[in-house]
Structures are given as structure tokens and as C-alpha cells.
């Protein structure tokens, strides 16, 4: 089998598709984030396509090692977010080759079924009243587990938090009968207001504090770590492993939230949580969307045997699902609040082409 052809395709759901073509007919897909399709398109043309094409797609280990470190005269080290799409959509491919689904390939599912959180965000920008809206809507679909986002970023850091500790308590107080909730600072506070903010979430009840402070700031990240007793995550932006080992060495988080494009891939994820797994430290994916990227990080979620929390979901990044649904199938939607993988060979997704004509950005 040899690749044939490699081709991006933006989307009016925000994403763009990607897809790996090869001379037996099987294809790979994965998506591209829609703010970053002029740059892929940049590396497809200089660097993915000139090493893939006439490659066999099944060795995916040594294109991996291709494109995130560099290979002989290849010398292309692309960031984890482009290596990662690749990878997705190798795996898939590989799946449908092989006729078997790809948690199957990674060792095998320990569950099938996969509890979700909605994941809603936005918040520095809204009331208290306007979030707990967002979260009515979430349980009203059937989630059982919430995670309230702020977005604050590192350039708005301290701004608000007496509103954000509003705005998670009328969210706790909603959710009365000991639901799921997490908090995201998304990296909006400095050590200091991170360790009081999280002793007062503390005494609310609070399941994970998310990006506390700005996410290079490991030394910080370990003062605040080690001042809570809340679960302290980390590790959402972050590229490949080596990362994620100084990220506990000097951070020292108390789980380990990998996102299936930004650390790298499938491929990546599944060593990731394989040294986690030895450095005792629980995972809890990123992936807020629904679609092709979000069921591979589902896959790899699936064969891990701690892997005990729920999964990320969010609508906010997936594009109309009634759109997403058309183009991949109903099976990557949730129901419920629960993600249901089964035998279908690679990631699961039936592509619609005519909903890709559909949707393709003219």
C-alpha cells in the first residue's frame, strides 16, 4: 500500500478535513483547526505531502519520528498540533486496513462506554446567571458531569476572581447531588490567587482545578500543587512527551490532560498515558468537540485501565452538530452524556461525501 495523495479540505464547521488517500483505496481522515489551515496548508505542501507520498501509510512509528523530530535528510520538526492530525488520520486509515477498530489495535478497549463532561467556557465574559444557564443546558441534554471554563488567558491575569468564585458557587449550588464539576482558570492567576481561589473552591466542593496559572510556569504550578488538596491539571497545551516529564518533574500536576492534536497524535497520547501510568499520576483528556479528533482521543482514553474520569465534550469548538453528525455519522455524537465506541474499523467515522461538498468552504 502507498500513498497516493494528501488533501485539506476547510469546512463551514470551523475545522478542516484532512484526508490520506492510498492506491488500495483506503483512506485516513482527521480534521485541522479552522485558525490554523493556511499554516497546515503551508506544511502539507513543504513537508507532509513530499514525505508520505509513494510512503506506506502503516508504518506509522517512522513517520512520526519524520515529522516531530526528524528523519535523515527530513529534517522537518513540526509542531505538535500538525504532527498530531497527521497521526489521527494514519491510525484510521490503518484501522480500516486492518478491518479493526483502532482501540483494538492500541492494545484493546477496558470500556466501551465513556462518561463525558460539558465543558462550557467563555466566562470571563459573562454573569454567574448566564453560566449556570449553559450548565442547565448541558444536564437538560442528559450530562452528568460539568466543567465551567473561564478563559481568562495569562495577558488578563487576577482580573476577576472574586466573579469567578460567584459564578462557580451558584454552579455548585445547582448541582447539589455531588455531580462533577470541575474549574478552568485557563491560566488566568497567579500563583498567590491560585492557592486562595483553590481553597475556597475546596470548601464548595470541587472535583478538578484546571490550569490554575500560566501553563509554562512549572515552578508555580508545583507551589500550587502542593498547597491544595483539589486534583491540580495540567497539560492541555502542551507537545510530546518529553514535556509532559519535565511537566511533572518540575510542575508536578496531579493529572495529566493531554490533547489528541497538541501533544502529537494517538501515537503520542498513548505514550503519554503509558508514563503516567508509572509515574502513578491519573489522566483526563482535552478535547472539547465533537468529531474525527475527538474519537481518536476517545480510543486511546478508552485502553487505558485508570482512565476512571470523565472525558472533555464541548459544543462550543465542533460546529453545528446537526453538521457534524451529516458528515461523519451519528455514532460521534453523545448520548446522554455518555460516548459509545464499538467494532466499526478505524476511528468509526462514515464520511458523507456529500455533505462534504456541502460544507466545504468556497
Excluded at 485541522?32 to 513530499?50: C, K, M, Q, T, W
Amino acid at each position: 500500500m502507498k500513498v497516493t495523495d494528501i488533501t485539506h479540505t476547510p469546512l463551514d464547521i470551523g475545522k478542516g478535513l484532512l484526508r490520506v488517500q492510498t492506491d488500495a483505496g483506503v483512506e485516513g481522515h482527521a480534521e485541522v483547526p479552522g485558525r490554523h489551515n493556511a499554516v497546515f496548508d503551508a506544511y502539507l505542501e513543504s513537508a507532509i505531502r513530499p514525505a508520505l507520498i509513494g510512503e506506506d501509510p502503516r508504518a506509522i512509528d517512522r513517520h512520526w519520528e519524520t515529522f516531530a523530530l526528524g528523519r535523515g535528510d527530513r529534517f522537518y520538526k513540526l509542531p505538535g498540533w500538525a504532527v498530531g492530525a497527521v497521526d489521527v488520520a494514519l491510525w484510521d486509515l490503518l484501522g480500516k486496513d486492518a478491518a479493526m477498530p483502532v482501540h483494538m489495535l492500541m492494545g484493546g478497549a477496558r470500556r466501551l462506554e465513556i462518561p463525558l463532561y460539558w465543558s462550557t467556557g467563555s466566562g470571563w465574559r459573562m454573569e454567574p446567571e448566564e453560566m449556570l444557564h449553559l450548565v442547565k443546558n448541558g444536564r437538560e441534554q442528559g450530562f452528568r458531569a460539568f466543567k465551567i471554563r473561564m478563559d481568562w488567558r495569562g495577558w488578563r491575569q487576577d482580573i476577576d476572581p472574586e466573579k469567578d468564585y460567584r459564578m462557580f458557587k451558584l454552579v455548585r449550588e445547582y448541582l447539589s447531588g455531588g455531580e462533577y464539576l470541575g474549574f478552568d482558570a485557563n491560566c488566568g492567576y497567579s500563583v498567590s490567587t491560585a492557592i486562595q481561589q483553590g481553597r475556597r473552591f475546596e470548601a464548595l466542593g470541587i472535583d478538578h482545578f484546571e490550569e490554575p496559572i500560566p501553563h509554562y510556569d512549572l515552578p508555580g504550578l508545583k507551589q500550587v500543587s502542593d498547597a491544595l488538596d483539589v486534583a491540580v491539571s495540567a497539560g492541555e497545551q502542551d507537545a510530546f512527551r518529553w514535556w509532559f516529564h519535565h511537566l511533572v518533574l518540575l510542575g508536578n500536576p496531579d493529572i495529566l490532560q493531554p490533547d489528541i492534536l497538541n501533544a502529537g497524535g494517538p501515537s503520542e497520547v498513548k505514550r503519554i498515558y503509558e508514563m503516567a501510568t508509572v509515574l502513578d499520576k491519573p489522566v483526563m483528556p482535552h478535547s472539547p468537540q465533537a468529531g474525527i479528533n475527538s474519537m481518536a482521543s476517545l480510543h486511546v482514553y478508552a485502553t487505558v485501565q485508570n482512565a476512571t474520569r470523565p472525558h472533555e465534550f464541548s459544543i462550543e469548538f465542533s460546529g453545528p452538530l446537526d453538521d457534524v453528525a451529516d458528515l461523519y455519522g451519528e455514532s460521534v455524537l453523545p448520548k446522554n452524556g455518555i460516548a459509545q465506541l464499538g467494532d466499526a474499523p478505524g476511528l468509526g467515522i462514515e464520511l458523507n461525501e456529500a455533505a462534504v461538498a456541502r460544507l466545504t468552504v468556497r
